[in-house]
Each structure stands twice: as structure tokens, then as C-alpha cells.
């Protein structure tokens, strides 16, 4: 069975909706992990900056909500770019979480 377009938008914005809960749960566990230490405050910066770039991200899944059929047509639903940006800040956060909690 073909997957019709409404269907791969569904499924595009439910996969960016995934990758929010993961990074609001990694937020979450560097939150509670940075602690006061000589580094707590780069550590601080980093989950701000990182902060800031995920909510650009989540701006932007609300302009994909908003699209009418005919605007994904015009080759939204094939752009990869917003996948690799929260591939790469979740490297990001990653990285960060377990750099506070070892």
C-alpha cells in the first residue's frame, strides 16, 4: 500500500514530536546533574545555547503543523534538513548529559 502525503506528514511530525520528548528528557537529567563544580557555569551555557537552537526547532515543527497540503507538496516533506538539525543538537545534548553526570 502506497503512503499518501497526508500520511508523511503525520508521520514526519510525529517523529520530530518523539525527538522533543527525548530532548526534554535529557534537559531534564543535565539539568539535575549540573551541580556546583569549577565547570557549572560552561555547563550552564551549553544547556542554554542548546536550549535556545531546540526551540528554534520546535518553531519550526509548528510551521510545518500549520502547512495546507499543497505547501508540503512543494517538496517540504522530502527536506531532510530538519532531521539532521535535531540529529545533531541531540549529539549535542548527548554529549553534554553525560559530561554532568559522570
Given amino acids: 500500500m502506497m503512503t499518501t502525503r497526508n500520511e508523511l ?51 519550526h515543527i509548528e510551521e510545518l503543523k500549520s502547512k495546507t497540503r499543497e505547501e508540503w ?5 522530502e527536506e531532510a534538513g530538519p532531521m539532521i538539525l535535531w540529529e545533531a543538537i541531540a549529539k549535542r545534548l548527548e554529549s553534554l548529559v553525560e559530561r554532568i553526570e559522570r
Avoid: C, M, W
Fill in 9 to 59: 506528514v503525520e508521520q514526519h511530525i510525529l517523529e520530530y514530536e518523539a525527538r522533543r520528548k527525548h530532548f526534554d528528557e535529557l534537559f531534564q537529567r543535565a539539568e539535575k546533574g549540573i551541580g556546583p563544580s569549577p565547570e557549572a557555569a560552561e555547563l550552564g551555557d551549553e544547556l542554554a545555547s542548546l536550549r535556545q537552537e531546540r526551540e528554534q526547532l520546535l518553531n
Fill in 73 to 77: 507538496q512543494e517538496g517540504t516533506i
